[in-house]
Each structure stands twice: as structure tokens, then as C-alpha cells.
């Protein structure tokens, strides 16, 4: 695709229910991010996704979030009993070079508001 | 763990005028540089990504730098424009190439 797609854009769930956020990289993308930024804080990373190997979960902030990569290309992060701290804009970026030489490119983002 | 920063946290400015935002991060075995835009509701748009063996970049009225040794960047508007009010953000790839970190952002705003 011409861009990072990201699907829902805005997403309203109810404590304790499990969401899905999608992730549609640049077309031929080799390395995918997922990002949260959250009310008047910085952005903080969560995961990485790069070729075949093994994602770098190391951002993950509990075991209630999983994310997988379909195919090296498509992206789902997974949010399961959802907390209301869990609400904030969910960002995905994908680079032609997962190695430091390649520009991310940004998705609009998925806002996730939990009531 | 890379820390990065940013000042000032908010510029407001007359249209026309020339700024200077600036970055500093506290691990300089960075791979890259990036400089972001990112308007109220949006996601990030890339501006300037500056690789480690490079000094600066220049894209229109935009200049970034980067000076390793030092642990900063600086993003240069020249001639500001409304248009150009955004939150901006500096990040660096470090941690083997697979972390973006991120600073906090400036929020300019130009005003007419």
C-alpha cells in the first residue's frame, strides 16, 4: 500500500474485554513497530517485528499483550482484559531496513479508549 | 538506556521568524536520528532521518544536524509558517537497531 494502515482508528471497549489492533505495513517492509503513546506522555515502545526472526517483546508491558506477524506482513496486537490504563493512541511503523538504516514510516495510529 | 530530550517543551513564535528545536540523548552508539511531525490527532510524519555517519540533512526549509560526540541534534526552520505548527519529535534507533526512542516533544506553535 501506498502507507501504514492501522485499523480501528478509534476503538471504545469495556473494562475487561479483549481487543484487536491491526497493523497493515508498506508493502515490502521487512521490520514493523508497535508504539503507544499514551495522554501527555511520550511515545513508548512495545514490540518489533523484523524478517523471520524472533520480535523483540521486550516493550511489552504485561502478559495481558501479545502481538504476531501473519506472512512478514500484516500485524495484530492483541489486548486481552483490557484496563482503563490500557486507553491511549496505538501506533504502528514499518521500515524497509530493520537495522538502523532505514526511515520508520508511521501509521494514523488506533485510539483505544477503555470505559 | 537512551534517554532522550528535548527543549524547549513548547515555542510559540511570529510567522516569518527563524527557530532552532533541539534534541540531546545520552547514548551516542546511536544508528540513526529521526525528526518527526505529529498534528493533534495524527499520526507521525517523517521529516529528516540523519544515519549515524552523517552531519546533517536538508529537506526545503528544514535542516536537522547531529553531532554524536556531544549527544545532540538541532532541527532549523527557516522561515516559520502557520502551517508549520505540529508537535515535533526527535527520536534515536539504538539497542541493535530495533528501538526507536523517542523525547518528549516540542509544540510550536506560529503565529500570524
Known amino acids: 500500500g501506498a502507507g501504514v494502515s492501522q485499523s480501528p482508528s478509534n476503538k471504545v471497549t469495556e473494562k475487561g474485554k479483549d481487543v484487536e489492533l491491526r497493523c497493515d505495513p508498506i508493502?515490502?517492509?521487512?521490520?514493523l513497530y508497535w508504539y503507544r503513546q499514551s495522554l501527555g506522555q511520550g511515545l513508548e515502545f512495545l514490540i518489533y517485528?523484523?524478517?523471520?526472526?524472533?520480535?523483540?517483546k521486550s516493550g511489552l508491558p504485561s502478559d495481558r499483550f501479545s502481538a504476531e506477524r501473519t506472512g512478514g506482513s500484516v500485524s495484530t496486537l492483541t489486548i486481552q482484559r483490557t484496563q482503563q490504563e490500557d486507553s491511549a493512541v496505538y501506533l504502528c511503523?514499518?521500515?524497509?531496513?530493520?537495522?538502523?538504516?532505514?526511515?520508520?514510516?508511521f501509521g494514523e495510529g488506533s485510539r483505544l479508549t477503555v470505559l | 538506556k537512551q534517554e532522550v530530550t528535548q527543549i524547549p517543551a513548547a515555542l510559540s513564535v511570529p510567522e516569518g521568524e527563524n527557530l532552532v528545536l533541539n534534541c540531546s540523548f545520552t547514548?551516542?552508539?546511536?544508528?540513526?536520528l529521526q525528526w518527526f511531525r505529529q498534528d493533534p490527532g495524527k499520526g507521525l510524519t517523517s521529516l529528516l532521518l540523519?544515519?549515524?555517519?552523517?552531519r546533517e540533512q536538508t529537506s526545503g526549509r528544514l535542516n536537522a544536524s547531529l553531532d554524536k560526540s556531544s549527544g545532540r541534534s538541532t532541527l532549523y526552520i527557516a522561515a516559520s509558517q502557520p502551517g508549520d505548527s505540529a508537535t515535533y519529535l526527535c527520536?534515536?534507533?539504538?539497542?541493535?537497531?530495533?528501538?526507536?526512542?523517542f523525547g518528549t516533544g516540542t509544540q510550536l506553535k506560529v503565529e500570524l
Open positions: 508493502s515490502g517492509h521487512t521490520a
Open positions: 511503523a514499518s521500515s524497509l531496513l530493520g537495522t538502523g538504516d532505514g526511515e520508520l514510516f
Open positions: 517485528f523484523q524478517g523471520n526472526s524472533a520480535p523483540d
Open positions: 540523519i544515519q549515524s555517519s552523517q
Open positions: 527520536a534515536g534507533l539504538t539497542g541493535g537497531g530495533n528501538k526507536l526512542t
Open positions: 547514548d551516542s552508539a546511536i544508528y540513526n
